[in-house]
T-cell receptor
Framework: NAGVMQNPRHLVRRRGQEARLRCSPMKGHSHVYWYRQLPEEGLKFMVYLQKENIIDESGMPKERFSAEFPKEGPSILRIQQVVRGDSAAYFC?????????????FGPGTRLTVL | AQSVTQLDSQVPVFEEAPVELRCNYSSSVSVYLFWYVQYPNQGLQLLLKYLSGSTLVKGINGFEAEFNKSQTSFHLRKPSVHISDTAEYFCVCTGTASKLTFGTGTRLQVTL
């Protein structure tokens, strides 16, 4: 059973470009979470999604950031018009259920560098 | 809302020595508590978790943690560390299933 997969592992963008980060949850998991880790900091919750639904986006910046988890395919975190401050590691996690506690399994992360 | 405080940003220790990484949490509701480990340039791996029941929780790689409700603490311990334990350790809590709240991390540096 493959773990949570994220790609690309490393992404370099110039200021103003778009960044698309992909996350494939573990098999059988229908809940996806995105976290951002700034340098020398802990992870910060961004968004929680189920298939075709955003459940909690309280940690998402109000502009330029969006996330989706379509019925088919991976979850996508999209950052438009990237700025240097977006440089961070972005981690995706998945769990089988969201209503009660279920362990979140983390992917290896995508390290975004904005030049 | 929850918050997690890891007082020590770095903990240097010699191999085979015991170690304790401190964690205090704040929450207005019952919480679930976890410790995650992050090796360099890798994702996070769950070390152990406290959901309910026994306050002493044993995890992987010889780590254990004790939930202390009166002191709102969840310190991580290992009686004898190995070089391979060098990593970043995060104390994490959640009051729900969705939003994990991370501490700022403690870097454990094990040397010979």
């Amino acid at each position: 059973n493959a773990g949570v997969m994220q790609n690309p592992r490393h992404l370099v963008r110039r200021r103003g470009q778009e960044a698309r980060l992909r996350c494939s949850p573990m098999k059988g998991h229908s809940h996806v979470y995105w976290y951002r880790q700034l340098p020398e900091e802990g992870l910060k919750f961004m968004v929680y999604l189920q298939k075709e639904n955003i459940i909690d986006e309280s940690g998402m910046p109000k502009e330029r950031f969006s996330a989706e988890f379509p019925k088919e395919g991976p979850s996508i975190l999209r950052i438009q018009q990237v700025v240097r401050g977006d440089s961070a590691a972005y981690f995706c996690a998945s769990s089988p259920l969201g209503l009660t506690y279920n362990e979140q399994f983390f992917g290896p992360g995508t390290r975004l560098t904005v030049l | 809302a929850q918050s997690v405080t890891q007082l020590d940003s770095q903990v240097p220790v010699f191999e085979e020595a015991p170690v304790e990484l401190r964690c205090n949490y704040s929450s207005s509701v019952s919480v679930y508590l976890f410790w995650y480990v992050q090796y360099p340039n890798q994702g996070l791996q769950l070390l152990l978790k406290y959901l309910s029941g026994s306050t002493l929780v044993k995890g992987i790689n010889g780590f254990e943690a004790e939930f202390n409700k009166s002191q709102t603490s969840f310190h991580l311990r290992k009686p004898s560390v190995h070089i391979s334990d060098t990593a970043e350790y995060f104390c994490v809590c959640t009051g729900t299933a969705s939003k994990l709240t991370f501490g700022t991390g403690t870097r454990l540096q094990v040397t010979l």
